[in-house]
């Protein structure tokens, strides 16, 4: 049971570039959230999901994009990276939405655009 | 807007001394608090939780949190500390916008000196 992965773990980019972060989760869970975190700044909700097709935005949304094309992935996506995106970003899960319930948290992916 | 916050940024203590670590947040109506841990290298994990009901929530590892209602507190304590307790502690809330909706404060980094 491996709880919630996050791939990849590491990725350099430069401005400009694109990519995707992928989170999986094997716990049958509704929801799922992605997070960055800054120093000083704690975690900071970027995106989240009630379900299976849905999205929903939350604190710091601007510059990404998210799927739930699956009920056990949830994807990022940054179209053109910026500097101020470097950051490490953590994916979580949980069964009943956050507020209500323990929610579960991947090792994070740290991306640094040069 | 509503938020949280966590006053002591880098505490240093000392084995077996008491802990007490502040976390307050803005908003007038029915919220729920989480204290989240991020041991070194290891992924985010729940401390304890309080929904409703005795304030005095007890969690793992020895901590426990008083919700105080009247200073929109949630403070995280533990008696006698251990080396191992060593992480960033992060307060949590929801309610402020809506229930699936977790905002972070922005941590405390407890070291704890053998």
């Known amino acids: 049971n491996a709880g919630v992965t996050q791939t990849p773990k590491f990725r350099v980019l430069k401005t400009g570039q694109s990519m995707t972060l992928l989170c999986a989760q094997d716990?049958?869970?509704?929801?799922m959230y992605w997070y960055r975190q800054d120093p000083g700044m704690g975690l900071r909700l970027i995106h989240y999901?009630?379900?299976?097709?849905?999205?929903a935005k939350g604190e710091v949304p601007d510059g990404y994009n998210v799927s739930r094309l699956k009920k056990q992935n949830f994807l990022l996506g940054l179209e053109s990276a910026a500097p101020s995106q470097t950051s490490v970003y953590f994916c979580?899960?949980?069964?009943?939405?956050?507020?209500?319930?323990?929610?579960?948290f991947g090792q994070g992916t740290r991306l640094t655009v040069v | 807007a509503q938020s949280v916050s966590q006053h002591n940024h880098h505490v240093i203590l000392s084995e077996a001394a008491s802990l007490e670590l502040g976390c307050n947040y803005s908003?007038?109506?029915?919220?729920?608090l989480f204290w989240y841990v991020q041991y070194p290298g290891q992924h985010l994990q729940l401390l304890l939780k309080?929904?409703?009901?005795?304030?005095l929530v007890k969690g793992i590892k020895g901590f426990e949190a008083e919700f105080i209602k009247s200073k929109f507190s949630f403070n995280l304590r533990k008696p006698s500390v251990q080396w191992s307790d060593t992480a960033e502690y992060f307060c949590a809330v929801t309610g402020l916008y809506n229930n699936n909706d977790m905002r972070f404060g922005a941590g405390t980094r407890l070291t704890v000196k053998p």
């Open positions: 979580a899960s949980s069964g009943q939405g956050a507020g209500y319930t323990e929610a579960f």
């Open positions: 716990m049958n869970h509704e929801y």
């Open positions: 908003y007038g109506g029915t919220v729920n």
């Open positions: 309080y929904f409703s009901g005795d304030p």
């Open positions: 999901s009630v379900g299976e097709g849905t999205t």
